[in-house]
Nanobody, 130 residues
Framework: SVRVVESGGGSVQSGGSLRLSCRVS????????MAWYRQLPGKGREEVAS????????HVDSVKGRFTISQDNDSKDTVYLQMDSLDPDDTGMYYC???????????????????????WGQGTQVTVTA
């Protein structure tokens, strides 16, 4: 079965940096959409950034210039979220999610399809102190 595992959360002072990692395992796939979401206290879950196998990358306006999503150079199974210039308003639970195509590339997926991604990790807490 598909597993999505996040790591890298923690506590940092305002202005600091963290790098979150997300690894997908348990399934062979040719195409993918992977995204980072966050749930801030008292707010709904929002998509922060996404990346797919077509190379399309998106970042929500509130994190542009501060957060960067990227894929591991050696493995498409791992995606990172580099978070710089962190602000206390970034405090929340961060989740990685994925949609995966088949291994032959016949059923292809793209982030532009929208909708709820089917595979989710348990989340990692990010706390930014003033």
């Amino acid at each position: 079965s598909v597993r999505v595992v996040e790591s890298g959360g923690g506590s940092v002072q305002s202005g600091g940096s963290l790098r979150l990692s997300c690894r997908v395992s348990g399934y062979a796939y040719a195409t993918y959409c992977m995204a980072w979401y966050r749930q801030l206290p008292g707010k709904g879950r929002e998509e922060v950034a996404s990346i797919d196998s077509d190379g399309k990358i998106t970042h929500v306006d509130s994190v542009k210039g501060r957060f960067t999503i990227s894929q591991d150079n050696d493995s498409k199974d791992t995606v990172y979220l580099q978070m710089d210039s962190l602000d206390p308003d970034d405090t929340g639970m961060y989740y990685c999610a994925a949609n995966l195509g088949d291994s032959a590339g016949i059923y292809r997926v793209h982030c532009s399809e929208g909708g709820t991604l089917p595979f989710w990790g348990q989340g990692t807490q990010v706390t930014v102190t003033a």
